[in-house]
């Protein structure tokens, strides 16, 4: 790994095109474009963002729910398939490294899917939320340990978790064992106000300083016309305003740039990896300032198919007291803990 480098990133903040999958896809390969002209060598979009976030589950009932619920099925990203393609054209073309957020369907699910592209158009990471949080649980299924991992790219070693993900300590603590030194964060936007944003920016902060790493986060924005048509009831439009809070924060948890709070745009900033060892000779929580004598993590990174044959792995491997006797990790040498290999 290097840290003697810069690398400019572009979070972006951008409205989707609701009810339509390929009219929010031209939206990020355009915003792609940009990016690479504002000379970003990663580009960082929100939570959900192709189609679009499923905003109609917080505002509906769920008997009331049945048409548009079908509508995200339809417009649904399949993993792969014409929008990677359309994306990874685009990474390739302009030499960009992409963190997309997709609703994914994979045969009768639909999932909320994390995708990293490398900067040659690769798809490096395909990682699903392991909880959607409370009313998207209607909406989405869980995914599993496989994509709690970090991914070496052009730009770095990434780590990447999706909202509420971050609310769980031991998802965070999994990326920061692994040593990431960009994390990529998405939220929805436009949802509950300011107490979100706020709320938001405390978590993103937070998560730098106590990994060490940069923090890349974009959340989407929902235009006055969108927020009517999501919630024709006046009452309700109030909660898909606000709560936006595109933004770059450095390891020292100060904001590189701007955040970016309302309508569209763009948050780039120029990432100096000299911050990360300054953060960390001081309080590396994956190192010197750890105690995997005293405090491990045990997690399960196992693939989770609905059907399991020859080759499946066997039932003393998920032991967590069978694993290393909690001994640091030997790919990281931090105290993260994983099932040994079936």
């Known amino acids: 790994m290097e840290y003697n480098r810069k690398v400019r990133a572009a979070a972006v903040q951008a409205s989707p ?93 639909l999932y909320n899917a994390q995708l990293v592209f490398d900067r040659d158009g690769a798809l490096v990471l395909h990682r699903r939320k392991i909880t959607p949080t409370y009313h998207e649980r209607m909406i989405w299924g869980q995914g599993d340990g496989s994509g709690l991992r970090t991914v070496d790219t052009a730009v770095g070693r990434l780590g990447a978790l999706a909202c509420w993900e971050h609310y769980n300590p031991l998802a965070r603590f999994a990326l920061i064992a692994q040593h990431e030194q960009i994390h990529c964060s998405q939220f929805p936007g436009s949802l509950v106000g300011s107490i979100f944003a706020e709320q938001m920016e405390v978590t993103i902060r937070h998560h730098a300083l106590e990994s060490g790493c940069f923090v890349v986060n974009a959340t989407a924005f929902l235009t006055p016309e969108q927020v009517r048509e999501v919630a024709p009831n006046e009452q309700l439009q109030g909660v898909l305003r606000g709560g936006c809070m595109t933004a770059i924060v450095t390891p020292e948890g100060a904001h590189a740039c701007p955040p970016v709070t309302d309508g569209e745009g763009m948050a780039v900033a120029d990432l100096d990896f000299a911050l990360i060892t300054k953060r960390k000779r001081m309080m590396d929580a994956a190192g010197h300032y750890a105690r995997p004598d005293l405090l491990r993590l045990w997690m399960d990174t196992a693939e989770r198919p609905m059907v399991l044959g020859a080759g499946s792995p066997k039932a003393s491997s998920l032991d967590p007291a069978a694993v290393d006797h909690g001994y640091p990790d030997a790919d ?7 099932p040994e290999a079936g």
């Open 332 to 338: 990281h040498r931090a105290p993260v803990v994983r």
């Open 17 to 109: 095109v609701l009810g339509s999958r390929d009219g929010t896809t031209e939206r990020v390969v355009a915003a792609i474009a940009r990016a690479a002209k504002e000379g970003a060598e990663l580009c960082v979009f929100p939570e959900a963002f192709v189609p679009y976030y499923p905003y109609f589950s917080f505002v509906l009932p769920p008997p009331a729910m049945g048409k548009e619920h079908m509508r995200l099925y339809d417009e649904a990203v399949t993993v792969p398939g014409p929008v990677t393609r359309a994306v990874a054209a685009a990474a390739r073309a302009h030499g960009v490294v992409v963190v997309l957020g997709v609703n994914e369907r994979d045969h009768g699910t």
